[in-house]
């Protein structure tokens, strides 16, 4: 997809004028100053299905993003961690029991 194609598709997608330069400046690495608007960011994503991109702000802090597809998986998989942590604590505390008796 040309600049000037994505310009045109963020332009409708805001309502609001995207320039072709607007676009070169947010892609430049040296162009500080001109960084992009969250809604921009957003309709980017859209527009271009450049979904990996929803990682950058989490990734700051330590997160990811998932596909919402995986999400029971992964809050199965927690619950299994915590089981075996909580069937580890268990087992402890009836040996701790059973030595005192």
Do not use: C
Not at 19 to 28: D, L, N, Q, R, Y
Not at 42 to 51: D, M, R
Not at 65 to 89: C, F, G, T, W
Request: no cysteine; charged share 30%; proline share 3%.
């Amino acid at each position: 997809m040309t600049r000037r194609h994505l310009a045109e598709l963020l332009t409708v997608r805001l309502g609001r004028p995207v320039s072709e330069t607007s676009i070169e400046k947010w892609a430049s690495e040296a162009a500080e100053e001109n960084r992009i608007p969250l809604d921009a960011f957003i309709a980017l994503i859209a527009e271009t299905k450049g979904y990996e991109a929803l990682g950058f702000v989490p990734s700051l802090f330590g997160y990811a993003v998932v596909e919402e597809k995986y999400v029971e998986i992964i809050e199965m998989k927690q619950i299994e961690d915590h089981q075996r942590l909580l069937d580890a604590r268990m087992a402890t505390l009836k040996a701790k029991a059973r030595a005192r008796t």
